[in-house]
T-cell receptor, first 112, second 110 residues
Framework: GENVEQHPSTLSVQEGDSAVIKCTYS??????FPWYKQELGKRPQLIID?????GEKKDQRIAVTLNKTAKHFSLHITETQPEDSAVYFC???????????FGSGTRLLVRP | DGGITQSPKYLFRKEGQNVTLSCEQN?????MYWYRQDPGQGLRLIYY???????QKGDIAEGYSVSREKKESFPLTVTSAQKNPTAFYLC?????????FGSGTRLTVV
């Protein structure tokens, strides 16, 4: 079955700097890759997603890139702000099932 | 809760007791999912259902059971066979536009 690995497990950046979180997946049939943000004690919220027919997608300060050949995708947050501090999860799924398999999460801390 | 409601928010279970967590959605999604989250860890799939009256085991189904009698509802029962049930349980419903999560149920064994 699908396996998703996520790195780093923790990331601390200065406010205004960029943050990058990387994920790799094992099943080449996966074609949907969302990213979720989870604040303490709350439910995960979708922040951006990408499908395998595109290589990059951007939404204001957030971007996701996908390399299908290498089977990895990354989340990029620019001009980080303290409210970006949270746990971020990547996930992968196939269109046929939409069964999301999640990475282990990255705890991002943005220092003021 | 953005169209998907979990209840209760907190639940306490005694040793040897079965408990049922409720999940209801009004998003008209065919697919529904249950995940378990342990402190500081990721989300692990317990069960999922892509259509009414059908469901499949996820990665950690032992000690849990589900039913899907209605499109809107996907309750999860934590049985006495689950030896370490203390965790945060998240229900989700999905479409090709992604998942929507409920607000979760925090289960504690007392």
């Amino acid at each position: 079955g699908e396996n998703v690995e996520q790195h780093p497990s923790t990331l601390s950046v200065q406010e205004g700097d960029s943050a990058v979180i990387k994920c790799t997946y094992s099943d080449s049939a996966s074609n949907y890759f969302p990213w979720y943000k989870q604040e303490l004690g709350k439910r995960p919220q979708l922040i951006i997603d990408i499908r395998s027919n595109v290589g990059e997608k951007k939404d204001q300060r957030i971007a996701v890139t996908l390399n299908k050949t290498a089977k990895h995708f990354s989340l990029h947050i620019t001009e980080t702000q303290p409210e970006d501090s949270a746990v971020y999860f990547c996930a992968a799924a196939m269109d046929s099932s939409y069964k999301l398999i999640f990475g282990s999460g990255t705890r991002l801390l943005v220092r003021p | 809760d953005g169209g998907i409601t979990q209840s209760p928010k907190y639940l306490f279970r005694k040793e040897g007791q079965n408990v049922t967590l409720s999940c209801e959605q009004n998003l008209n999604h065919d697919a529904m999912y249950w995940y378990r989250q342990d402190p500081g860890q990721g989300l692990r799939l317990i069960y999922y259902s892509q259509i009414v009256n059908d469901f499949q085991k996820g990665d950690i189904a032992e000690g849990y059971s589900v039913s899907r009698e209605k499109k809107e509802s996907f309750p999860l029962t934590v049985t006495s066979a689950q030896k370490n049930p203390t965790a945060f349980y998240l229900c989700a419903s999905g479409s090709n536009y992604g998942y929507t999560f409920g607000s979760g149920t925090r289960l504690t064994v007392v």
